[in-house]
């Protein structure tokens, strides 16, 4: 893989103060690539959302270091895709997917033609003209994405973005998002508690536990077996695989 997109070095996240204080992070360093999807597990409240706020430049640590690569400068070049579409409802697909553009930054490092062949290569091109309130939640979801894409961002950071689709949906829109941020070369990283959608989507599995959290395991995709793969981060969760449904209910539940 390239040279480091974004490292975290040390970092350490604490809120509140005195008896309240809560140390969510301590001493966590990861590195993301350049050209890879990386992928965050762990259990609810562990800390995953803080590290992409973190990473987003929406929260400083409190202790340790984030660094940038790839001439990537926070709130400009990386875009943050949250679990709900939050599309403006009076725009159509293609003006909500042309939002971003425009601001003058953006237009200025973005062909708008882009817009037209992101719906194309996204599939989305017969819904240009279709309101929001027109979409399933499948189909929201990815104008949502696409949207965020359309800036061309240096990093796109995702909050469980299909956590709320029914299975099939969400089956079909990790497939469709490997298979577009790989044509793309896109560098992500993406926060789920699926393990399946894990290892559909993900280059870098990044394993976090502990109190307070910290990397406990890492593993490329490329590198294992799907069984073997899958086996080792429920190990490295503590769970033995019982059943198929094991991966998920593991990582049931929102995180902090």
């Known amino acids: 893989m390239g040279a480091p997109a974004v490292t975290l070095v040390d970092v350490t996240k604490v809120y509140g103060h005195g008896r309240r204080q809560r140390v969510v992070l301590g001493g966590l360093s990861l590195t993301v690539p350049v050209g890879a ?22 929260e400083a640590p409190t202790s340790g270091e984030v660094q940038y690569g790839a001439g990537l400068i926070p709130r400009r070049d990386i875009r943050l ?28 490092r973005v062909d708008p033609s882009v817009v037209e062949q992101l719906l194309e290569r996204s599939g989305l091109r017969d819904l240009a003209s279709a309101l929001p309130s027109m979409l399933s939640g499948g189909q929201a979801q990815r104008v949502n994405l696409v949207r965020a894409l359309a800036t061309a961002p240096g990093l ?10 029914d299975p099939p949906t969400r089956r079909n829109s ?12 896109v560098t992500a990283v993406l926060v789920t508690h ?17 109190q307070p959290a910290r990397v406990i395991g890492q593993w490329w995709v490329s590198e294992h077996e799907a069984a073997e793969l899958r086996r080792n981060v429920l190990e490295g969760y503590g769970v033995a695989e019982t ?5 998920r209910l593991a990582f049931a539940g929102r995180d902090a």
Do not use: Y
Request: hydrophobic share 50%; proline share 5%.
């Open 156 to 165: 796109l950071l995702l909050d469980e973005p299909f956590a709320a689709l």
């Open 243 to 247: 059943v198929d449904a094991v991966p």
């Open 194 to 210: 699926d393990l399946d959608e894990a290892l559909t989507v993900g280059d870098q599995l990044l394993l976090l536990g502990g």
């Open 81 to 108: 895709v949250f679990q709900e579409p939050s599309l403006l409802p009076w725009l159509t697909v293609a003006d909500n997917v042309a939002l971003g553009l425009r601001f003058k930054v953006n237009r200025e």
């Open 37 to 58: 999807v990386t992928v965050l597990l762990g259990p609810s409240g562990i800390g995953k959302s803080t590290v992409l706020r973190i990473i987003a430049g929406l």
């Open 174 to 185: 990790q497939q469709w998002l490997r298979e577009l941020v790989r044509d793309l070369g």
